[in-house]
């Protein structure tokens, strides 16, 4: 095989494979990068101004490498003929029908970029799984490369999972905690390790590439995201607490945090974690250990999704309760729609659940999101996996471009992401448009909270009694 590379593609132009590939791209001006997408759409706003995912400084880097050493395309077949190492970045949501629904992690899509691999490649190649998959999945893209080898192929198939967070792409591929990859304990499987470990090491320290055997590095990945969701429902569930007693989860929070052995990182109370990856990969953990026959473990990993309901479910009953029980007809504005800060991501954005417990009960909501379009909140709001009426929430929902706009005339405020300009807006502006009392609900602990008092909101937040 290969111990350094040319020519590496890469299946799948998503929130990973795009920044991903972009940076190796720029890091690696020798090695020719081709990231590929069956979705035309997808590719065009690739190669346009106007990239299909938004992450701060992607755009400049981009440019910089593009029709250089960095191509997007879609044709894939060709783009695979020619590589020396593939990535395969394709998505994997959670199975939505058959066995495993809600649970397993749907791997169609890997399937069909390893059976096209095999289809067409005619040289040896070494496949690199980078999407998200349950333990054992690359055994799988193994069996079926390996079924379908035409003479004098051979392939490698290593486990590279990806770390990084979304609106922070760019910074987190530059300077990853560090980089995992997992390989066949072979000659030959050690040799693939080396060719990916040579990429990474023009720009990431060797000490910061861990290897080691495919199953470790496929689990590896299910419990860092497992233990992150972890930390959140703990400190949500802690929240719960604090609203009851007096506490405050900020204060808890900073207090266990500074235990060096607990860390002060990802502890912040919030409206419920969302993205694409942390339900749907505990929810993968969860069905792998029942299929182990180990069902104390998924019940245990189970509780973590629970919560992260749990918390949706009682901020929005809280903002129901304050408004004298009654949300019907009420003008709220919403603030915030992405599923976290920086990005426009709204991929199981806890405002969609918010939202849709607040239109059930008849509420009017007002959405403003900076980066989030009008088409995508609609078609979140409409999904028919979660609603039953598309018609009715379409006369309830309303998006605004402003702010300001958003708020006039309402009865409350409801702060679903952290967007840093949510903290700066003049407040006692808003005040004045709204009726009174007019409420706030801080979903996200992002606000003065004094300051607003004091203007004259009634103010709700996660996780303290004001
Ligand atoms: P995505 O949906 O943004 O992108 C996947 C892309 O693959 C889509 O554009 C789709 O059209 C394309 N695709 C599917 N099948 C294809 C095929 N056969 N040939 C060519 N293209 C094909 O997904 P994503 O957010 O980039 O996630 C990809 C994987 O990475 C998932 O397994 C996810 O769990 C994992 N992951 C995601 C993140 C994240 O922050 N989003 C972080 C770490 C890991
Ligand atoms: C997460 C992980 O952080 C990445 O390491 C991982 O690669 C990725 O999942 C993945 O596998 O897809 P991401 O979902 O992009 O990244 O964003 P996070 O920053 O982890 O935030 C996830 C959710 O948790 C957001 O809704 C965020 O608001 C929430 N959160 C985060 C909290 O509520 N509290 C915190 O303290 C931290």
Redesign the pocket.
Known sequence: LYMTLSRICC???????GPTCTIIADKCPDVTVTV????QD?INQWNSDDLPIYEPGLDEIVRRRRNKNLFFSTD?KKAVIEAELIFI????PTKNYGLGKGRAADLK?VE??AR?IAEVANQSKIVVE???VPVKAAESISNILKANQRRGVQYQVLSNP?????GTAVNDLLNPDRVLIGGEQTKEGREAVESLCWIYSHWVPRENIITMNTWSSELSKLAANAFLAQRISSINAMSAICEMTGADVTEVAHAVGTDTRIGNKFLKASVGFGG??FQ??VLNMVYLCECLNLPEVAAYWQQVININEYQKRRFANRIIESLFNTVTNKKLAVFGFSFKKDTGDTRESAAIYVCKYLTDEGANLRIYDPKVTDKKIFSELTNPLMCEDPERVKELVTTYPDPYEAANGTHALVICTEWDQFTTLDYSRIYQKMLKPAFIFDGRLILDHEALMKIGFQVVTIGKKL
């Open positions: 299946i799948g132009a998503g929130y990973v494979g590929t997408d069956l979705s997808r894939v970045c394709v998505n994997t899509y069909a970029a096209m980078k999407s998200t990806e770390f990084l967070a979304e694409s990856c749907k990969d």
